[in-house]
């Protein structure tokens, strides 16, 4: 059983900034891919920034240059500082784990339950 935990969400004034934190735990071997994504009332879960085990990055146009993605392996947790935040960031985040390995061996993907971000104008 592998779990995702979401932490550092909360209520920012615009052009503050925030920091999540999500922290992968269960009999884990290695996780492919970390990632945030959003979802706002009324709209799609969308990709905000995701990171791969060899570091690479991938940002969506929306956050590039102000928000920034990072991974502990050791830890298997991965982070996001956004900075600059607009009133358009509020949406509740959510983490995402692709192909994670576990002992016994499985292979799959996960979500943790999702912190909510209120940026207010």
């Known amino acids: 059983q592998v779990q995702l935990a979401e932490s550092g969400g909360g209520l920012v004034q615009a052009g503050g900034s925030l920091r999540l934190s999500c922290a992968a735990s269960?009999?884990?071997?290695?996780?492919?891919?970390m990632g945030w994504y959003r979802q706002a009332p009324g709209k799609q879960r969308e990709l905000v920034a995701d990171i791969n085990s060899g570091n690479k990055t991938n940002y969506a146009d929306s956050v590039k240059g102000r928000f920034t993605i990072s991974r502990d392996n050791a830890k298997n947790t991965v982070y996001l500082q956004m900075n600059s935040l607009k009133p358009e960031d509020t949406a509740v985040y959510y983490c995402?784990?692709?192909?994670?390995?576990?002992?016994?061996?499985?292979?799959?993907?996960?979500w943790g339950q999702g912190t909510q971000v209120t940026v207010s104008s």
């Open positions: 269960g009999r884990i071997f290695s996780i492919n891919e």
């Open positions: 995402g784990a692709r192909g994670v390995r576990t002992i016994p061996f499985s292979l799959g993907d996960y």
